[in-house]
């Protein structure tokens, strides 16, 4: 495993980390904790310290799996990112809470969850400019850093168009931006990354297998159960993406090389990236992932 700084934060973090948005049940399969044992221990195994983590990925279901785990483990060898802004709802619905308030109530409800005494990275989730605005949410969350139950905050973009919250980053106190980042959506590399580098700001690349796209595992005509968050997207559209993938396995995948793993190494080459964090729903996936760490291309 590799390891770089995030941005100002002087944290070292695994070019490869680990997202749990399928921890919280919207991915086509539920997780026992004996699953996410099991693939956090692989994680820990190949050398993997990050893992980014939401309120709503399930009601704090995600970070409930994940703080079981931690307890019976170091927590201090792990570098853990989670988000506010929204509450669950059913049918796999959220409402949005960026009130400083209720955030407060939020990060209180994650603590516990993940059962521990601090996060370190708290991320807004996918806020609008007009809820990100908000002195009175930026001032809490400072006071929380104070308080030591939070280490650095971050903004976790909603849209890959949303340049005015990373030029604020610094402003509002904030030290690392999450961005949807992978060979088939490079528009961070416009506008996004410039700022990021030239504030210093950590960059978590999300989606960096385009939801499953880039794994190699699905051809034009997949479909998807439904309880997948991706059997929401238009066929058209998913199809138009898969067949764009296949191209892309034939003209710059080098032979003999997984594609996600190339698909992970790629995001990492841009200099912005400090580390990608793939979903995974077993320990094989997780050490695939890990295996970007190596490829150079």
């Not at 399928?22 to 099991?38: A, C, H, I, L, P």
């Not at 996004?192 to 978590?204: A, K, S, Y």
């Not at 960096?208 to 005509?221: N, R």
């Not at 997207?233 to 594609?259: C, F, H, N, S």
């Amino acid at each position: 495993m590799k390891y770089r700084t995030l941005g100002k934060t002087n944290l070292k973090v695994s070019v490869i980390g680990v997202g749990t948005w399928q921890f919280g049940g919207e991915w086509g399969m539920d997780f026992t904790q004996e699953k996410v044992d099991s693939i956090l221990e692989k994680a820990k195994e190949t050398g993997i310290n990050l893992i980014d983590t939401a309120e709503c990925y399930g009601d704090h279901l995600s970070e409930s799996l994940i703080g079981n785990y931690l307890k019976k483990d170091k927590r201090e060898d792990w570098i853990i990112a989670t988000k506010f802004g929204h509450h669950f709802e059913k049918n796999f619905e959220r409402s949005r809470h960026f009130d400083a308030n209720d955030v407060l109530k939020q990060l209180d409800a994650s603590l516990k969850a993940l059962k521990t005494d601090y996060i370190d990275i708290y991320q807004a989730h996918s806020c609008y400019d007009e809820e990100f605005d908000n002195d009175d949410l930026w001032t809490m969350l400072d006071k929380q850093k104070q308080a030591g139950k939070i280490r650095h905050l971050g903004i976790s973009l909603r849209k890959n168009d949303f340049v005015y919250q990373t030029r604020k980053a610094s402003e509002v106190g904030a030290s690392v931006i999450q961005v949807v980042y992978n060979r088939l959506d490079r528009k961070p590399e416009e506008e996004i990354f410039p700022i990021c580098e030239e504030q210093n700001l950590g960059v978590l690349a999300r989606v960096p297998l385009a939801s499953g796209y880039l794994s190699g595992k699905y051809k034009p005509g997949a479909t998807f159960a439904k309880g997948d968050v991706r059997s929401r997207r238009d066929a058209e559209e998913r199809d138009r993406l898969l067949r764009q993938v296949e191209e892309i396995r034939k003209t710059e995948v080098p032979e003999g090389v997984e594609m996600a793993t190339w698909a992970l190494a790629w995001c990492l080459k841009h200099p912005a990236v400090t580390s990608v964090i793939p979903g995974c729903k077993s320990p094989e996936q997780v050490a695939l992932n890990a295996a970007a760490a190596d490829l150079e291309i």
